[in-house]
């Protein structure tokens, strides 16, 4: 018998039916043990030593795998074909040998990059040693990302209240956004205009032509700076001749992309899908691990963390035979596609994702999958199959205009394209993030010296526009650009930025929290070198040379920690003056805009006499006055120029939203201690409305704030009693009532927009079922052991993980749209375990009798009898104890 194992148990499922009885195969269910979350678990005095822990659902997979090693002929680490994967074996048979179970066993490592019959036994047909290089390459980043995080994160806990967390990567892509919003904020939009004439062939065909020189002088694109110059070029035209001067028509081509890495396939599901890149991954996963296809689990995609974008030859092969069937042998190029990475850093350590039969066409799988996964395989599908078709045969023809009127000669220029061959075109077309592609124009047939009729002069004023946002697809893609990060860690990076509430995403855009472009400025300031793109993107490089065994490990790490330790020493002394004198001058321009009148920005405008500054307080931060307390002015951090001339300002943590016109009550945005609120009015007690979890508090103006502060509304009568349900935000969350049935709103549904079916449908289902229709929950897969079906719920006190008898609640770290099968059984599993410890013994089911003496009742001055105290606690002492049975959620 060979035991060969696997991360995830539905990989281990699909593999065991490959290989039959003479294998065993054991899911590790991803890191066996990992470093304790506390200082010492990386000790850089003792040669970088890292302590090593075993988990509650770690020590259990080890313990099944020391069970099937008993035996066996043969030991087979098969984990995933990267870093992680070669770091997961490592681990196992580390934990093997400290369990002294594999006594002689042989032990072999093997990889394979798609999880079908054929690639598996391929695999073993070549095993190996375990690469030790890989795994130093491992140990380093998981060294340095904890060296960071745990001595950062504590300098960011004691100088910026409400700072949660600093990291390596996630730091420097935090930077990246506010960077951005910085841009955008500094920005100065400048007018230009350009000048459009529509004018007519000989045989009264119409095209469009652009003014683009006069005089023999070139216009560019910010050369006509004013309406003046605009109209005087307009009266020109009006009075000119045209003529065509020349034209041209050259061939182009235009060639497909290559098939999907890790990070195009995240950019392009965001793009054409609306997938966060989480989400990608996930359903990625799933489709390499394997989907249920006729009785049959069967891997759909190749291995989905990747840089490389070559193919195996049998995969080209395939997919050249699949275009000349389906779309005709032109469009099948007379050789095979060959594609290099560009990305910085790049490993190519195995194939780009594509499907692993690609003669199963979309069309065929569609009905085995839901439709994420279909979505997802169709669209690396067909990347896949348009990586290999023929090139695009396009025409591209400029006409050049001459505009004579009097002495003066003006110069337009008409360009149009027309696709001669669509080649790959016919299939896909790679989305863009920021700009769009005007549609294809096709020129009407002219010759050079025809005379041309004028229809329209338009002279358009345009002004220039900042740099957009980040898109999360926009941001990958720069993180790989600049060589930050690895394939494997973009999604996650992300996850934590949105989860830390360091970013939030406004119409698909990345837009930076005050409290994330505070902890940037602060990291500028004090740990500038740490969240420079060139610094991180060469530690990368340093890890690439560590698995390509060109470096030593201990001596990257040994370099970095020199300089870093004494970074964090320098911020011991670091007093908050200095901290918010920084972060006043790298955060000005947000804080203090300028004003129109040019007056100072910083001038407190009720004592007109002190300076206005950060301050740090206990809800975060806010912007005070410098003649505090004799002057009490306050306001938050991004307020509009009536807030900051406003002399009465905010309390701390508030934000005036402007006056309710029924009552001429002010209305506010504040911060308290259970979450952000509105508020109406100064008055002994307030009306107030509470923010619903899911509703950015930057996004609240004063129409949602009003609609929050008439809560509880009616939105339906009952089709039955015909009395009112009404909507309303408990102390749970959003809810339905009609009478005294009550009925919770999903998560992802708006409170303020909630129609009257589906609070019927809400209310009508608690009062038939007794169960609240608010979230049926998102169903994972099947636990391998137990045969129970996992499903992901959002519950009254946070989302969690049930098999319908156990609850588990998810961490912070992960979220009800990304946590996979694999993360889940854990939980499930460490909180079976914690049930089971607490279950009383049947010893314990039938105490014995109390012991403790029952003391003597005294008689008071009244003759009456009484306990004393000390007997009242030994009987309580006395009393066993229940057995707690709340189910975490």
């Not at 004691?158 to 990291?167: E, I, N, T, V």
């Amino acid at each position: 018998m060979k035991v060969l194992v696997v991360e995830s148990p539905a990989k281990a499922k699909t593999i065991n039916k490959y290989l039959g009885k003479d294998y065993e195969v054991v899911a590790s269910f991803g890191h066996i043990r990992d470093l304790p979350p506390k200082d010492g678990s990386v000790e850089p005095e003792n040669d970088f030593a890292m302590k090593w822990q075993l988990d509650a659902r770690g020590s259990k997979q080890v313990s099944e795998i020391v069970k099937a090693v008993k035996g066996a002929d043969k030991l087979i680490l098969a984990t995933d074909p990267d870093r992680e994967g070669e770091a997961i074996s490592w681990h196992v048979l580390e934990a093997l040998k400290e369990k002294k179970a594999l006594k002689g066993i042989p032990v072999e490592r093997v990889t394979f990059n798609a999880i079908t019959k054929d690639s598996i036994q391929a695999a073993l047909r070549q095993p190996r040693e375990i690469d030790q290089a890989l795994v130093d390459a491992y140990l380093a980043r998981r060294a340095l990302d904890y060296l960071v995080g745990f001595n950062l994160s504590p300098v960011l806990w004691r100088k910026l209240p409400g700072a949660r967390s600093a990291g390596r990567v996630q730091s420097v892509a935090l930077r990246l956004v506010c960077d951005r919003e910085q841009e955008i904020e500094t920005f100065k939009t400048q007018e230009y205009w350009s000048l459009v004439a529509t004018l007519a062939t000989e045989a009264k065909a119409n095209f469009e032509a652009r003014l683009i020189g006069a005089d023999g002088q070139k216009i560019q694109r910010l050369t006509i700076s004013s309406g003046a110059e605009a109209e005087a070029f307009k009266r020109d035209l009006e009075l000119a001749t045209f003529k065509v001067a020349n034209i041209e028509s050259k061939p182009a081509k235009r060639n497909p992309s290559p098939p999907f890495t890790t990070s195009t396939l995240q950019q392009e599901a965001s793009r054409k899908l609306g997938f966060a890149p989480a989400q990608t991954m996930r359903i990625a996963q799933r489709l390499y691990e394997g989907i249920d296809i006729g009785g049959e689990t069967i891997g759909l995609i190749t291995y989905m963390r990747t840089d490389g974008v070559d193919m195996a030859p049998e995969a080209i092969s395939s997919a050249r035979k699949v275009i000349g069937q389906e779309y005709g042998e032109k469009y099948v190029p007379a050789s095979p596609r060959k594609y290099t990475v560009k990305a910085k850093n790049a490993q190519e350590a195995h194939e780009a994702i594509r499907p692993t039969d690609i003669s199963k066409l979309p069309k065929q799988v569609a009905r085995h999958l839901d439709t994420e996964h279909a979505k997802l395989y169709e669209l690396i599908w067909t990347r896949t199959i348009a990586s290999q078709m023929e090139s695009a045969d396009l025409e591209r023809t400029t006409a050049d205009i001459l505009a004579t009127v009097g002495p003066r000669k003006l110069e337009l220029r008409a360009t149009g394209q027309v696709i001669r061959f669509d080649g790959f075109l016919t299939l896909y077309q790679e989305g863009k993030d920021d700009e769009t592609e005007e549609e294809d124009r096709r020129l009407p047939p002219m010759r050079k010296g025809e005379m041309l009729e004028r229809k329209e002069i338009a002279a358009n004023q345009h002004f220039t526009e900042p740099p957009p946002r980040f898109s999360e697809a926009s941001l990958v893609k720069r993180m790989e650009e600049l060589g930050i990060g690895r394939p494997s860690t973009y999604a996650s990076v992300l996850a934590v930025l949105r989860d830390r509430e360091y970013v939030r995403i406004e119409k698909r855009r990345l837009v930076p929290e005050d409290k994330g472009r505070i902890v940037t400025a602060f990291l500028e300031s004090f740990f500038r070198r740490y969240v420079e793109y060139d610094f991180t993107a060469d530690l990368e490089e340093k890890l690439d040379l560590i698995s390509n065994h060109e470096i030593d490990w201990k001596k990257v790490l040994a370099d970095f920690w020199k300089e870093f330790s004494a970074a964090i020493s320098g911020t011991k002394e670091l007093r908050i003056t200095e901290v918010l004198d920084a972060l006043n001058d790298l955060l000005g321009a947000h804080i203090f805009p300028p004003k129109e009148d040019g007056s100072n920005p910083r001038l407190c405008p009720k004592c007109n006499s002190g300076q206005l500054s950060l301050k740090l307080g206990k809800f975060g931060s806010f912007v005070g006055c410098s003649n505090y307390p004799e002057c009490s002015y306050t306001r938050t951090l991004s307020a509009s120029e009536a807030d900051a001339d406003n002399p009465d300002g905010n309390k701390p943590g508030a934000k005036v939203l402007g006056e309710d016109p029924e009552t001429g009550l002010e209305v506010s945005l504040r911060d308290g201690r259970y979450g952000p609120f509105i508020q109406l009015g100064e008055e002994e007690k307030p009306k107030r409305a509470s923010v619903p979890r899911g509703m950015s508090p930057s996004s609240i103006d004063l129409e949602k704030a009003l609609a929050l502060l008439s809560l509880p509304r009616e939105v339906a009568k009952h089709p039955e009693t015909g009395q009112p349900i009404l909507v309303n935000i408990g102390r749970f969350g959003p809810y339905v009532q009609h009478a005294k049935t009550y009925a919770s709103i999903g998560k992802d549904e708006d409170v303020l927009e909630i129609g009257a079916n589906r609070a019927i449908d809400l209310i009508v289902q608690k009062e038939t079922t007794g169960k609240g229709a608010s979230d049926p929950g998102r169903e994972l897969g099947t636990e391998p052991e137990t045969g129970a079906t996992l499903i992901v719920k959002s519950g009254r006190y946070g989302p969690y993980v049930t098999d319908g008898k156990t609850n588990a609640t998810l961490s912070k770290s992960m979220s009800v749209d990304t946590i996979t099968l694999e993360e889940a059984i854990p939980l499930i599993v460490a909180r079976r375990a914690i049930a089971a410890s607490k279950k009383p013994s049947r010893k314990a089911s039938a105490p014995k009798a109390a012991t403790a003496k029952k003391a003597a009742p005294k008689k008071t001055a009244a003759g009456k009898k009484t306990t004393t105290a000390k007997s009242k606690t030994a009987a309580k002492k006395a009393t066993p104890k229940k057995a707690s049975s709340k189910k975490a959620e």
